[in-house]
């Protein structure tokens, strides 16, 4: 199983991004999708979940309003839209993926994990 994260970068207070995650070695459509981060010195923190079929979605509080998470099974992927970005959001975001239904928002829930990408908000 591999997940991919990618889309990072350089992104300017209150501009946006779009991550995406390829997975590879499982069938995507048993899995949920999630995005955590995690700042340096911080805990890892979740973002966004969203189940497999895009039924039901969920967000953490600090990301309300202004993230939005998506996922196509026919190619394999989740994204994530980052509008808004804040200083706060400076963080390596990680992809995951849970096979069955389960608490999105805790860290030890998720099965696979992808490598992270750098997102930081500059001025």
């Known amino acids: 199983v591999q997940l991919q994260a990618s889309g990072g970068g350089s992104v300017q207070f209150g501009g946006s991004l779009r991550l995406s995650c390829a997975a590879s070695?499982?069938?995507?459509?048993?899995?949920?999708m999630g995005w955590f981060r995690q700042a340096p010195g911080k805990e890892r923190e979740f973002v966004a979940g969203?189940?497999?079929?895009?039924?039901?979605?969920g967000y953490g509080d600090s990301v309300k309003g202004r993230f939005t998470i998506s996922r196509d099974n026919a190619k394999s992927a989740g994204y994530l839209e980052m509008g808004n970005l804040k200083w706060d959001d400076t963080a390596v975001y990680y992809c995951?993926?849970?096979?069955?239904?389960?608490?999105?928002?805790?860290?030890?829930?998720?099965?696979?994990w992808g490598q992270g990408t750098q997102v930081t908000v500059s001025s």
């Open positions: 995951a993926a849970v096979r069955g239904s389960r608490d999105y928002t805790k860290v030890r829930n998720w099965d696979h």
């Open positions: 070695g499982l069938s995507i459509s048993d899995y949920g």
């Open positions: 969203i189940n497999w079929n895009g039924g039901s979605i």
